[in-house]
């Protein structure tokens, strides 16, 4: 039925992104989908079932977004849950090098799909998911918090533009989420890594945190009416 919401979802074949995905479409929403392979982007459909769609694109590059927005005449929901693999390292030991990349895979791809589907969203909603390290200094995440604070001042900035189109935009922070790739990915990257996140996972009051748990609050803000430029931090209680 064609009056049911329409929401993309970015990075939705795992963790964050496939949970919120599973949240939507288990509540009758449509559901469009995206990763990088057939593979596993066919796999995600057949699980959410026939009012779901797929999209195979890599959003790092203009081709891959050019494909995503080519999907939609139009689009109640964009949820942006697609990221790099960047793991935490002291900033002077890092390769500049890499500096480019970084902000390729955290920063640029947002702002890329974000414009190019403005014109679809009116009246619609977006949630972009980003690290807590934008508003919470972190040891070993420099340019991670550079960049996700990067995202932040997009959102909350882009939310006082957009809202003459009805758009409202909200931003949700995590930390180290359990069951998601990036968990893994990081715990194993280094003993650096490991160590850092298993004393923040001590120090969360409601953790652990779980795809799960983001999913919730990024389905509750997709259907929210009264507010836009939010900030949710879901870390299990390590910010606020």
Known sequence: MADRPLVLVTGSTSGIGLATARRLAAAGTRVVVTGRTAERVDGTVRELGPDTRGVVADLHTAEGTGAVADTFSSLDGLVLCHGGDQVPGIFRDADPAGFAELVEAMFLTNARLVHALLPRLTGGRIVLVTSAAGHAPTTGEVMIGALAA??????????????RDRIRVHAVSVSLTEDTETHD???????????????????????????????????????TSATTGQLVPVTGGLTT
Do not use: Y
């Not at 990067?150 to 809202?163: H, K, S």
């Open 185 to 223: 990915r990081v715990m194993r990257a280094s003993e650096f890594s490991r160590r850092l996140f298993e004393k923040a996972a001590d120090r969360m009051p409601f953790g652990p945190v779980r795809a799960a748990d983001v999913a919730e609050e990024i389905v509750h803000l997709l259907g």
């Open 150 to 163: 990067a995202n932040l001042m997009f959102v909350r900035t882009l939310a006082r533009e957009a809202a």
